[in-house]
């Protein structure tokens, strides 16, 4: 049996750039030129990124996962077991079978995408290193079925064999922000729908170039999959919720939720 000595994460790297933010909004398998910028230029190029599932697209729920390991990986657990992922996504104690479960489908799901890249253009024009990758895995990864960590026993151990691509291409751009563990924690269950509510507000907060960011809450609808009205009701609550939290891990200072002449809006000031 392998024995591990857990290492703390002490940071969460948090992607910002755009083939991120398109994957896991449950891109279907073909190819997509994303059109990104560098920051100050008002010129869009064209990066190739066509990803290849075997299973179901990702969610914001894959994310977390995804980044989750990472964090770990980046610590210097090689190997790690499914309560660190867990609780490094913000759960608390060890996953029961109904929280372990999707957490296992989502690594399993993850272990079979393959995806290709090609940033020619983006390197020619703003200098930066070309990053290609064709068929490569998006978590490549092998399991462990019986470890033994900081002397108890776990059945299931995941073996991170590289850094994921993408958190590479984020990383290589500069376009990530880092997070404590406590500012990961997650307020609310980790469903799809808040895990998307969350992945939104982050982006939208650690892109914003002012001091304050103004969200309508028809994009933020429409980011989440909200679409009926009891659902945009009960979601408002849940809005209120991660922002709260946001406030009280000093992401940002305050908000408020406005109404407009045509639409609501939310204003943070950070």
């Known amino acids: 049996m392998k024995k591990l000595q857990a290492k703390p994460v002490e940071k969460i790297i948090y992607p910002l750039d755009k083939l991120n933010f398109n994957l896991w909004q449950g891109l279907e398998s073909q190819k997509y030129n994303v059109g ?44 790690m077991t499914a309560g660190q992922i867990f609780r490094t996504m913000g759960g608390k104690g060890h996953p029961r079978t109904e929280k372990f479960q999707p957490l296992k489908n989502s690594i399993e799901k993850m272990a079979m995408v393959r995806i290709n ?21 998006l978590l490549a990864c092998s399991y462990e079925e019986t470890v033994e960590l900081n002397s108890g026993k776990s059945n299931y151990c995941l073996h991170m ?24 924690q997650m307020p609310l269950s980790m469903t799809e729908m808040n895990c998307a509510i969350d992945d939104y507000f982050r982006y939208r907060i650690a892109r914003a170039s002012e001091k304050n960011v103004k969200i ?19 979601a408002k609550q849940r809005f209120t919720t991660f922002l709260n939290f946001y406030a009280e891990v000093k992401l940002i200072q305050d908000y408020s939720i406005k109404t407009g002449i045509e639409e609501e809006y939310i204003e943070i000031n950070l």
């Open 216 to 234: 309508l809450l028809k994009t933020l609808f429409e980011y989440c999959n909200i679409s009926t009205r009891n659902d945009r009701r009960y």
């Open 117 to 137: 890249i090609n940033n020619e253009k983006e390197a020619t024009k703003y200098k930066y290193p070309t990053f290609q990758r064709f068929g490569a895995n």
């Open 161 to 184: 064999l590289e850094m994921p691509p993408l958190m590479k291409y984020a990383i290589e751009h500069n376009q990530v922000t880092t997070y404590t563990p406590e500012q990961f």
């Open 36 to 79: 990104v910028q560098k920051q100050g230029s008002k010129e869009r190029i064209n990066v190739t990124f066509e990803p290849i599932f075997f299973g179901e697209p990702m969610n914001a729920y894959d994310k977390r996962v995804n980044t989750s390991a990472f964090a770990l990986y980046n610590a210097g657990n090689e190997f």
